[in-house]
């Protein structure tokens, strides 16, 4: 077991992961952040996502050890301290983009770094970037639409929320 | 103006609060102190004999507390199924004992050989590789037809064959329906398989056992659509723990489809582990472990005949289905392919002859069982195919010739045991070819021909029987348990309601619907109720959430516990005002006396129930909380009509899903964005079976498709939005809310909408096609088109 320290949510944390101890499991068991959800063993299903110095990883795909002194962002850390929801995450309950929750912590932190990079996307856009994060509630009819949303765009003309 | 309050508004859902800003409790996210890991060892053969199994060396790694094999369960029971089938004989099906760790065999890929507890996940998975198992291999029995065939290998020695029963619906028919075949103008073949799916659900299973030595109680976290089954399965028939010595919790549930409906070894495993150990027992599925553990669905090969007189009325519905149920028993696995299946078999037409034929199949293979629609997808996906294919052959338009078949007067009587209540079949096709732009279709097929494109437009019906449903009758169908729901509300003194039900939300969103019926009939605030649900300890005994229930059987119960709230306030209401009982009307939140302007609010007499000082306390109790079992009188029916248009690329195969419209009749509608949202989803699913996804197994029963590297779930770019519609509305006659259930409706529709496009397209550029097996991959179409 190692000691490693990195900046979770602009709070430096630590804890002993193993060699082997994912970014996933180490937020999840060590550090109790919870939010963060696993949904697959291959990388497949987004559920993990969380951002690593500013850019969206999924957190099966790195070892814990390797975030040592990096900056990690969860959903924890997306609303306002007063549990205020910001812009993307008050879009998706507008428009109903969940259902369980489970895939949904990965969607807004895959869904933020869209809309960080390209911040007018065309469905096209969202639905190529959702490629790596799988929902299996929605049918993703109201998730593309909470992101076209949460970018300013109108989303009247889509049929039914 | 759209209501913002009761039934009928759509407000935004208290339970995305949590689930959005990653607060939410779901059962993996549970830690109870101490709390050891199970890992299972499974058989990576198909079918084996274990003749031996070696722990000495595993025994002795770090951190391993104890493993358990067969042998420890020996004298606790089996896992059990809860549906018994009489066959066309009148003998009950085959039914093989069902061990929760395997005993002399396993029987397919994913059974559990041995489990591994120790201090630690990687502990215990470090161990399992140590463990020695002398398995020798048998012949797997893998496809259903060879499993029937003299002399095959038999996947349970003690049964007579692989045949769990031959199921004839309705048996006494079968002579007059081969005589209407034979007097037919036209008859109408197809054969079809309906593919293997894997329900995913995107938060894997857990279970988490834990025991009190002081007290002895067990309680068990698991990821549930109904606590209160596992309780009483898990208890009365593995471990013999009464159910007041058992407490089943299943908080945040990341979604179902089914397959958490049933009650797995895994969860009577870690039960009876934490006894053992005195000390917490946490499983967590992989998904890898999903792909060949949780229940599969679906898998049906189907032969089916439509036959037709002179003017292209239905005359008969002839069908020979073979099911697989896998290699063991799962819960409800009997009951899918019949009464869920031969009963929907009318669907939405008058055909007045009708004969189902099912033979269930052993094979070696994961456990099949209800999956979103369970047996209603199977029966639509056929009957929709085969009126598609008969409209085709015989030159007529396919919207026309249902049209002409639709049952129009109801109540109506099938000839398959069931009697729709209510439906407007014409009405929800009107919505549809409304949506579709049916006109405009011939000018996008020709832009698409422009393109190098074939374009499809399929259509279809649906009808499906939910809310199941009477116990009386499911009792008489095989059913070895009720099928009421429960409710109980608390309200308390100053006025806040609380109401505890058996009904399960893993994503329907119930925290939200529910106190919309309650803020409608008190005339209050939603954001004065709260649910409660998920856990035995505090929920009346119910039965859960799958089979669109919730909302009909469950909400049925919430409303009459409320009724009985409403009259016990009215009688001291009536107190407080000198006034008769009789005379005392309940309108927003207030209560007066009718003919007068004497009123008292709704707290008012909540606090005079629970401070009783000036009350009729010699005719009625303190207090006010009342509890209500609903067992309904018939299913509900919802039905629907589902359009979609495909473009097919003919250089590679690939089809794309350019338009998906569905129009709905789910009588009255709580929340118009939650019933939408389900709708879609439905269709996600559907479309992901009809082009993507596949559990396959190769001749030697290993899983082919066991991760999301190799089965195809639905992405977001593999659909588009959907049109949906729920104008047409026939409220159910039987329950109190006039509501259906929504939740499995768009599974159920979508398949064959989209295969019917497929052909259409394909057709149009001149190939010769009437079916293509689901799901259509682009290896599929090009075969299809190039012979």
Redesign the interface.
């Known amino acids: 077991m190692s000691q490693v320290t990195m900046t979770v949510n602009g709070k430096e944390m630590s804890g002993a992961a ?1 060699g ?1 101890t994912l970014l996933s499991q180490f937020l ?2 060590t550090l109790g ?10 990388s ?2 987004g ?1 993990c996502v969380v951002h690593v110095d500013g850019v969206a990883i999924k957190a099966c795909t790195m070892l814990a050890l390797e975030a040592e002194g990096a900056s990690v962002d ?3 850390g ?2 306002a301290p007063d ?1 205020t ?1 910001n812009a993307l ?1 008050q879009a ?3 428009h ?1 983009g ?8 990965g969607m ?1 932190m895959s869904a933020a770094d869209l809309l960080k990079n390209n911040p007018q996307p065309t ?2 856009e ?3 970037h ?2 790596g ?13 909470a992101i076209l949303a949460a970018s300013g765009q109108d989303v009247s003309s ?4 | 103006m759209p209501k913002d309050n009761g039934i009928g508004a ?1 407000p ?2 208290r ?10 409790n ?1 059962t ?2 549970i ?1 109870v102190n101490g709390q050891a890991y199970v890992h299972f060892l499974r058989s990576d053969i198909a079918h084996a004999k274990i003749n031996g199994i070696d722990l000495d060396a595993a025994s002795a790694m770090p951190g391993v507390i104890k493993i358990f094999t067969g042998a420890d369960f020996e004298g606790v029971g089996g896992i059990p199924c809860g549906w018994q089938i009489t066959d066309r004989h009148g003998e009950p099906m085959q039914e093989p004992a069902h061990p929760v760790l395997a005993q002399g065999k396993v029987r397919y890929v994913g059974d559990q050989i041995a489990a591994v507890v120790a201090e630690s996940v ?1 502990q215990a998975r470090d161990a399992a590789e140590a463990i020695e198992v002398d398995l020798e291999e048998l012949p797997a029995v893998v496809d259903m037809k060879a499993a029937l065939a003299d002399g095959a290998t038999k996947v349970h020695d003690d049964l007579t064959s692989n045949l769990c029963y031959d199921w004839g619906f309705v048996e006494e028919n079968k002579p007059a329906v081969d005589a209407a075949f034979e007097a037919a103008a036209h008859v109408t073949t197809l054969e079809l398989r309906n593919n293997r799916l894997v329900a ?5 299973r857990v279970a988490i056992g834990d025991f009190n030595r002081a007290t002895g109680d067990s309680t068990l976290y698991t990821t549930s659509q109904n606590p209160h089954v596992i309780r009483l399965l898990m208890g009365a028939f593995v471990l013999g723990i009464p159910e007041h010595k058992l407490r089943v919790v299943a908080p ?4 179902g ?1 089914g397959t958490k409906i049933f009650h797995y070894a895994e969860e009577a495993f870690c039960t009876f582990a934490a006894k053992s150990l005195n000390r917490a027992v946490k499983w967590t599925s ?3 472990e999903a792909f060949i553990s949780d229940a599969h669905g679906r898998d049906h090969v189907t032969k089916i005949e439509l036959a037709l007189d002179a003017e292209n009325n239905f005359t008969a519905v002839r069908t020979d289905t073979h099911a697989n149920m896998g290699a063991y028993l799962s819960t409800f696995a009997p009951s899918v392919p019949t009464w869920l299946h031969g009963t929907l078999m009318a669907g939405n037409y008058k055909t007045p002859l009708i004969y189902v034929n099912v033979k269930a199949v052993f094979t070696n293979t994961v456990p099949v069982d209800a999956y979103r629609g369970a047996g209603r997808p199977e029966a639509t996906f056929q009957l929709e195919r085969v009126v598609d294919k008969a409209a085709r052959e015989l030159g007529v338009d396919p919207i026309a010739l249902r049209r002409q078949n639709f049952i129009t007067e109801f109540p109506y009587a099938t000839p398959v045991a069931v009697e729709y209540d209510t439906g407007d079949y014409h009405g929800t096709m009107d919505a549809l070819e409304n949506m579709a732009d049916i006109s405009g279709f011939e000018a996008r097929r020709k832009a698409s021909e422009a393109r190098g494109k074939l374009r499809g437009f399929g259509v279809n019906c649906y009808i499906e029987a939910c809310g199941i449903a009477p116990s009386n009758l499911v009792g008489q169908l095989g059913a070895r348990a009720g099928l009421y729901e429960s409710a109980t509300v608390r309200v308390n003194a100053t006025g806040g309601l609380v109401v505890m039900t058996g009904s399960h939300s ?4 119930h925290e939200t619907s529910f106190p919309q019926v309650i803020a409608e009939m008190i005339g209050i605030d939603e954001s004065m109720v709260e649910i409660v649900h998920g856990d035995t300890a505090n929920t009346p005994m119910g039965m859960g959430t799958y089979g669109s229930r919730s909302i009909a059987v469950g909400g049925s119960a919430m409303v009459r516990a409320t009724e009985k709230i409403i009259a016990k306030a009215k009688k001291i209401a009536a107190h407080l005002m000198e006034a008769a009982d009789a005379d005392i009307e309940l309108k927003d939140g207030a209560f007066s006396v009718a003919g007068t302007d004497k009123s008292v609010a709704w707290g008012d007499v909540t606090l005079a129930a629970y401070v009783p000082h000036n009350y009729p306390l010699e005719d009625i109790e303190p207090g006010l909380e009342e509890t209500a079992f609903y067992d309904p009188a018939n299913f509900t029916y919802p039905s629907g009509a589902y359009a979609c248009e495909v473009e097919v690329d003919p250089e590679t195969g690939k089809v794309t899903i350019e338009a998906f419209n569905a129009a709905d009749d789910f009588g009255n509608i709580i929340n ?3 019933v ?2 389900q709708v ?6 559907g ?1 992901g079976q009809a082009l993507l996804e596949n559990a396959a197994y190769d001749e030697n029963g290993q899983l082919l498709s066991a ?3 190799d089965y195809a ?5 593999d ?1 588009p ?5 729920h104008s047409s509305q026939t409220p159910c006659t039987h329950n109190p809310l006039g509501v259906k259930g929504c939740g499995e409706a ?1 599974a159920i529709g979508s398949p064959p909408a989209v295969i019917n496009a497929v052909v259409d397209a394909l057709r149009s550029g001149g190939h010769d096609i009437h079916h293509i097996d689901m799901p259509v991959s682009p290896s599929r179409v090009w075969q299809a088109m190039n012979g």
């Not at chain 1, 952040?33 to 291959?42: E, K, M, R, S």
């Not at chain 1, 994060?133 to 639409?145: E, F, L, Q």
């Open positions: 193993e082997r999840r068991e952040l919870t939010g963060t959800h696993v949904g697959c063993d291959t497949q299903c559920a969860t959903i924890e997306q609303a549990g929801l995450q998706f309950q507008d109903h969940l259902q369980c929750g489970f895939c949904t912590p807004i469905e096209a969202v639905r190529h959702l490629e994060n799988i929902c299996r509630c929605t049918g993703y009819h109201n998730i593309v639409k889509i049929a039914a929320e | 759509s935004k859902r339970e995305d609060v949590r689930f959005l800003s990653g607060t939410g779901y993996d996210d830690q990687e995913n659900p995107m938060e894997p945040d549930v990341g979604g489809f992989t998904r890898s893993h994503g329907q969103g118009p964005m939650i939408d949202g879609h989803g439905g269709i996600g699913q479309i991760s999301y590297m779930m639905p992405r977001a770019s659909v939005f959907y049109g949906v519609d768009g």
